[in-house]
């Protein structure tokens, strides 16, 4: 028998002895103790199921409501797909247009989750040089030499916790500099253009303040990618080789990278703000890594307490429902979902979820044409599409919605649908 084939018969032998161990011991794995952790694709993969009854009894739900996630879910993106885990069952998992489990999209700000936990793992590693940890002012000599002299004497007191947590003061993406408990900002002032154009590093250390530090909630990607820089001299190392040291190599994950070329030029560094490409597989990987605190078989590769303050209201953003780069529901604003969930969408509509009281992980995967275009990370990619979604739009008006579906009231919204399917 060649190699491959008797590859797949082993990893046939090995699903089917999975399968039968959960018919007999329906709680492995769920209640008893018993972890389980997916190995890599190049292996045996995720454990599957795909029928509705053994959806059902093993995973606790409903394979036509999570159907009826995924059509939603087509009209929220010109490509894409939904993967589901329970109890450690990857019980769904379907794409459109170029999703594929081989492809490797730019999944925009999902990007900001992994920039934060990169940052939660470097406070653990190297406690001793950043002690005071995410209550660290970092806007000085040491952790950003090249942001002297300061162009606001207030981002003095900008601590690395509320880069994390937009709440730097720094002026939002878009038109709307930020909110203050849940309203928006009346102050519209426009922004000063720079003198001549910035590099990367300095269009983000260089943005404007709209108010003092803690003071409100604004998105500005330009916080997260500080928070980058600040691990770069830390860790002396990029972010893209500290997390491929740090999460990839550990999990296994496939071909992954970063889509740091553009048009006019390729970025110098890991872009803090978003952007990381994954395959999709590896991304529910990474959500299922959080759901279980950081730990993957036996290794804690995130510490707990931080993983802990992902999933909770921050101390530092009293102004949103927003803690270190993901959005929580500990105050119910995500009405379908339990309290517990946490997660973060991406321009596309690209999301990944963790709810723990439900043992569950989502990843939406989503996007356009571009953020599909290889160019943009340098990764080759060969799969198969149809063409089906060339010209695919958003319909102006349905009998779902008024209008297309916003990146994150797509997530959201996939999030209540997927919760909604759980049947135990």
């Known amino acids: 028998m060649p190699p491959q084939g008797r590859k797949e018969l082993f990893v046939k032998i090995q699903r089917t002895a999975a399968l039968s161990l959960f018919l007999f011991f329906p709680n492995a794995g769920a209640k008893t103790g018993v972890e389980y952790f997916p190995p890599p694709d190049s292996a045996i993969g995720w454990r599957t199921l795909n029928d509705a009854a053994a959806i059902r009894k093993l995973a606790g739900m409903d394979l036509q409501k999570l159907d009826q996630a995924f059509e939603y879910a087509q009209r929220s993106s010109q490509h894409g797909g939904l993967l589901v885990a329970r109890h450690g069952w990857l019980v769904y998992e379907k794409y459109y247009g170029r999703g594929n489990r081989e492809a490797i999209p730019a999944m925009a700000s999902v990007g900001k989750a992994y920039t934060s936990i990169a940052c939660g793992i470097m406070l653990h590693d190297n406690h001793d040089q950043i002690p005071e940890g995410l209550d660290q002012k970092v806007f000085n000599e040491k952790f950003l030499p090249e942001a002297l002299p300061l162009n606001d004497p207030r981002k003095a007191d900008i601590r690395l916790g509320q880069l994390l947590s937009m709440a730097a003061g720094f002026h939002g993406d878009g038109t709307n500099p930020g909110f203050i408990n849940f309203e928006p900002s009346q102050k519209l002032e426009a922004l000063p253009t720079p003198p001549q154009p910035l590099d990367q590093d300095q269009a983000a250390l260089q943005t404007p303040l709209w108010i003092a530090p803690g ?80 730990r993957w078989g036996q290794q804690q590769l995130v510490p707990a307490e931080y993983v802990a303050m992902c999933g909770r209201p921050s101390p530092y953003q009293k102004h949103a429902p927003f803690s270190l780069m993901f959005e929580v529901n500990d105050d119910g604003h995500v009405a379908g979902a339990p309290r517990d969930a946490f997660f973060k969408s991406g321009a596309g509509g690209f999301g990944i979820m963790i709810v723990p009281s439900l043992d569950l992980v989502i990843y939406k995967m989503a996007g356009n044409e571009g953020q599909y275009d290889p160019a943009r990370t340098g990764i080759p990619q060969n799969y198969p599409y149809d063409g089906s979604r060339d010209h695919w739009k958003p319909a102006a008006k349905s009998q779902f919605s008024d209008g297309p579906i916003g990146v994150d009231d797509g997530v959201r919204r996939v999030l209540e649908m997927v919760a909604a399917a759980v049947v135990q």
Do not use: C, N
Request: net charge positive; hydrophobic share 40%.
């Open 215 to 294: 003071g409100g909630y604004s998105y500005a990607s330009s916080s997260p990618h500080v928070a980058s820089i600040v691990l770069r001299h830390v860790t002396g190392m990029e972010m893209q080789q500290y997390i491929d040291l740090k999460l990839a190599k550990p999990m296994m994950w496939g071909r992954w990278g970063y889509a740091t070329h553009r048009p006019e030029a390729t970025l110098p560094h890991t872009p803090g703000g978003g952007d990381i490409a994954v395959r999709s597989t590896d991304a529910l990987r990474f959500a299922y890594l959080l759901l279980h605190k950081g």
